[in-house]
């Protein structure tokens, strides 16, 4: 039998140019069940995706519903699936890594900033960042699949340099893959050339498709909550019809 952990990490090398891995963000176990049956190979819970579907503001779900919601998701499917567990909740690594195997995800997106919105939050200092991230592998083995994020473009920071930095420290601290989020897609290409190993990028309604984002340099193609709100404008179209 095939080791989801392993065919998740397969998923992200030999990729070609344009064909970056795509995973759908589901929110809830109806919606993962959808794009595992139009073909999708993995699944990316998004937080504030599911934090949405739960009543929270992004950020602001218990740490033990979000757990409990990605359990529904990974009872639901067959597929891989890579949780977004944010900033680690407080956990220490040991306890993260046991939550989210017990939660039955095979990876996770760990964030480099915490507090507010924008601008407003703060960027961890890198060098500890890289210090927990390779804690977190330690204990986790090859058990996980992680992806860290690097946040320096959601916090104003637009020199690409500052990302590149942040990304090879954690790829030295042995993660998996590098997510810079919001990352412009002139600077793609910049990114690509200075980090080595798998690159995470998100898809947005009105940025570069996933095929356009594959060409520019991405590995890997996520969506955060924005399939959930295309979800629910479909949704209030059909609500308008009601009225």
Excluded at 47 to 54: D, E, K, M, P, R
Excluded at 115 to 141: F, N, Y
Excluded at 159 to 179: F, M, Q, S, T
Excluded at 204 to 217: C, F, H, K, N, V
Aim: proline share 8%; aromatic share 4%; net charge negative.
């Amino acid at each position: 039998m095939v080791n989801p952990v392993d065919t998740l990490r397969a998923l992200h090398h030999g990729r070609a140019p344009g064909d970056p891995l795509i995973l759908p963000g589901p929110w809830d176990a109806a919606s993962a069940r959808v794009f595992e049956e139009a073909g999708s190979p993995a699944l990316a819970t998004p937080s504030a995706g599911i934090a949405l579907s739960l009543g929270y503001e992004d950020g602001q779900v218990p740490p033990k519903e979000m757990f409990a919601a990605v359990a529904r998701i990974t009872r639901t499917v067959s597929v891989p699936v890579t949780m977004d567990a944010e900033t680690g909740y407080g956990l220490t690594a040991k306890e993260l890594v046991d939550r989210i195997l017990e939660a039955g995800a095979v990876g996770c997106n760990l964030e480099d900033s915490y507090g507010g919105k924008g601008a407003t939050g703060i960027l961890r200092d890198p060098r500890e960042q890289a210090e927990w991230l390779t804690e977190v592998r330690e204990v986790a083995g090859e058990r996980l699949v992680i992806n860290a994020r690097v946040d320096t473009f959601v916090r104003g920071v637009a020199d690409p340099e500052r990302a590149i930095e942040r990304a090879r420290l954690y790829a030295a601290a042995g993660v998996d893959c590098v997510y810079p989020i919001l990352a412009p897609a002139e600077v793609i290409p910049v990114l690509r050339a200075g980090i080595e190993g798998p690159l995470n990028f998100l898809a947005t309604a009105d940025g570069p498709s996933p095929r356009e984002l594959g060409e520019l340099g991405a590995t890997r193609v996520t969506f955060g909550p924005g399939l959930l709100k295309r979800a629910m404008g479909a949704l209030r179209g059909m609500a308008d019809e009601l009225t």
